[in-house]
C-alpha cells in the first residue's frame, strides 16, 4: 500500500510540473506582438446615482489579457483620428501611445424581455462616415471582457478606456 501511494503522489507530481510548462511557456509569447494592449474599469450606478459595482479588465487562461482588437487598418485610422489625445510612455523599455477615454450607457428594457441582464463583454462600436470608405457600416473596433456585472433597468454603466498602441 505504501508503494501505490509514493507512486500515485509521483503522477500527480509529474502531471502538476508538466501541465504548467505549456502556461507559461504560453505566458512568455502571448504578448509579445500584441500591437494593443486594452484596460478597462467599468463603473455601474443604479438610477439614483448610487455606486453599484466595479469591474476591470480579466486576465484569461494562460495570464492572457480578455481583450481584443481588430486586426485592420480601420483600428488604426479609428485610433489615430477618432478617440482623443495621445500621450507618449513607456513601460519597461517600450514606448506606447496613449488613449484614454470613457463611453456611457443606460440599461433599458428592449422587447419587454427582460428587466435585468448580466455582462461583462464590453465593446468600442465604431459607425458612420468614417469608416464607410472601408466599405462599413459599423464596426466593432476594440472589445475587452471583466468580471460579470449586473444591469437593472435605468443602471448607468460608465466604461473608462485605456488604449496602448505600441510604438515600433
Request: aromatic letters at 12%.
Amino acid at each position: 500500500m505504501k508503494e501505490f501511494v509514493i507512486l500515485l503522489l509521483g503522477i500527480i507530481f509529474v502531471a502538476l510540473i508538466t501541465s504548467s510548462v505549456p502556461s507559461s511557456a504560453i505566458d512568455d509569447t502571448s504578448t509579445k506582438n500584441l500591437k494593443f494592449e486594452i484596460y478597462l474599469h467599468a463603473v455601474v450606478r443604479n438610477a439614483q446615482g448610487e455606486l453599484i459595482s466595479v469591474a476591470e479588465t480579466s486576465q484569461c487562461k494562460f495570464g492572457m489579457n480578455c481583450s481584443i482588437y481588430l486586426p485592420h487598418e480601420i483600428t488604426d485610422y479609428v485610433f489615430d483620428t477618432l478617440l482623443g489625445k495621445k500621450e507618449i510612455i513607456t513601460i519597461g523599455d517600450i514606448k506606447y501611445e496613449k488613449v484614454q477615454f470613457n463611453t456611457s450607457s443606460k440599461y433599458i428594457e428592449l422587447f419587454d424581455v427582460h428587466d435585468r441582464e448580466l455582462t461583462g463583454i464590453w465593446e468600442v462600436d465604431v459607425c458612420g462616415e468614417p469608416i464607410e470608405k472601408y466599405g462599413y457600416e459599423c464596426v466593432k473596433i476594440f472589445w475587452s471582457r471583466t468580471s460579470v456585472v449586473y444591469l437593472e433597468m435605468g443602471d448607468v454603466t460608465t466604461v473608462y478606456w485605456t488604449i496602448l498602441r505600441q510604438i515600433s
